[in-house]
């Protein structure tokens, strides 16, 4: 089934070849009294101009030497779209490198985002998640998105938004959340994603218990977790046809059964067969974390009954070639066989 993209072509007469650009160490900041002009197609031309620029690294630095920030930061809510457009995707040009990134977070852009949140035009919200995305990967960056309050509408937006920023969206939460939970566990965060967890996209399916394996690094999101009911959600994704979804609802489980209600629900989802399934499977991605899940499962006394007739399959991981795994199956067998 074909999906609509999210397009950014523009319009014809906005030609970066008709920008007065000035060479070499002069083109960066005759770029940059551009940007301050009063006339309209002046700012768009030097803006296509600067994105060209922005792939080059020492243009980059250069860039944020001379002030850029600064400028594109006011252009963030300029009225004209393509203005906007051209300036979001500037700044994520400049985000995908170190340099950029650290002038970006030292310029306070973070905090210039939040209205592009709700702009009307896809390709300038596409652009502005894609700058989330790529500073929430640095811890600074992430801490940056938490001190804005952008959690708490990042998560509405989970609800709302087109597959291709959705996608952007959960991978923003995801490194945000592994640092603090509480403003997307009070946004009810668990609830939203839990409905993504069944989601067409095999991508988004994953990322939605990516999020959730992240807040259930929380003890707060453990139990939120399991409140929401999400844990036999998550063992019907042990089934599901997409490795990369297998091995992150395993993931994701693992954490939510740390606590006694969460192995208690698990027991209840009938996770062990299908847990037993992804141990069996010697190349598994998730066979690390279903053996880690079912030592979990082996400290009840229902669980430790119900595997006891199955230590065969995780005596075989004793032979795989990776240590984690041979550690891991070495730990269940002892607990399985545990006598009070």
């Known amino acids: 089934?074909?999906?609509?993209?999210?397009?950014?072509?523009?319009?014809?007469?906005?030609?970066?070849?008709?920008?007065a650009l000035a060479f070499g160490r002069r083109a960066l900041p005759k770029l940059n009294e551009q940007l301050q002009s009063p006339e309209l197609l002046t700012q768009q031309r030097a803006l296509m101009a600067l994105?060209?620029?922005?792939?080059?690294?020492?243009?980059v630095y250069q860039a944020v030497e001379i002030g850029f920030l600064d400028n594109l930061k006011t252009l963030l809510g300029h009225a004209d779209s393509i203005v906007r457009q051209k300036t979001t995707e500037a700044l994520h040009l400049i985000a995908m490198h170190s340099?950029?990134?650290?002038?970006?977070?030292?310029?306070?852009v973070i905090s210039a985002l939040p209205g592009l949140l709700d702009d009307p035009v896809d390709i300038c919200r596409k652009n502005t998640h894609q700058i989330l995305k790529m500073?929430?990967?640095?811890?600074?960056?992430a801490a940056g998105v938490l001190q804005a309050g952008l959690i708490?509408?990042?998560?509405?937006?989970?609800?709302?938004?087109?597959?291709?920023?959705?996608?952007?969206?959960?991978?923003?939460?995801?490194?945000?959340?592994?640092?603090?939970?509480?403003?997307?566990?009070a946004t009810g965060a668990v609830g939203v994603l839990k409905e993504k967890l069944t989601h067409p996209s095999a991508a988004i399916r994953s990322k939605a218990a990516w999020v959730l394996l992240d807040i259930s690094s929380h003890a707060e999101g453990k139990i939120a977790v399991c409140e929401e009911e999400?844990?036999?959600?998550?063992?019907?994704?042990?089934?599901?046809?997409?490795?990369?979804?297998?091995?992150?609802?395993?993931?994701?489980?693992?954490?939510?059964?740390?606590?006694?209600?969460?192995?208690?629900?698990?027991?209840?989802?009938?996770a062990i067969p299908p847990l037993l399934e992804l141990v069996a499977e010697e190349t598994?991605?998730?066979?690390l974390n279903a053996i880690k899940a079912l030592t979990l499962l082996a400290e009840l006394p229902e669980g430790r009954a119900v595997l006891l007739d199955h230590r065969d399959t995780l005596r075989r991981c004793l032979q795989d070639p990776r240590e984690a795994v041979r550690a891991a199956a070495q730990t269940a067998i002892r607990v399985i066989e545990w006598k009070p």
């Open 51 to 59: 994105c060209d620029l922005a792939h080059d690294p020492e243009k």
């Open 135 to 141: 500073m929430a990967k640095l811890p600074e960056g």
């Open 99 to 108: 340099v950029g990134r650290q002038g970006l977070i030292q310029n306070g």
């Open 152 to 185: 708490p509408p990042l998560v509405l937006k989970v609800k709302t938004e087109l597959d291709e920023i959705l996608e952007l969206i959960l991978d923003t939460l995801s490194n945000c959340l592994r640092m603090e939970a509480s403003e997307a566990l």
């Open 284 to 287: 598994s991605q998730a066979r």
């Open 230 to 270: 999400v844990i036999p959600v998550l063992v019907s994704l042990l089934k599901d046809t997409d490795p990369e979804v297998q091995a992150t609802a395993t993931g994701a489980l693992m954490f939510a059964m740390v606590t006694p209600q969460g192995r208690s629900s698990a027991m209840g989802a009938e």
């Open 1 to 19: 089934m074909a999906h609509a993209r999210i397009s950014a072509y523009l319009p014809p007469d906005i030609d970066p070849t008709k920008a």
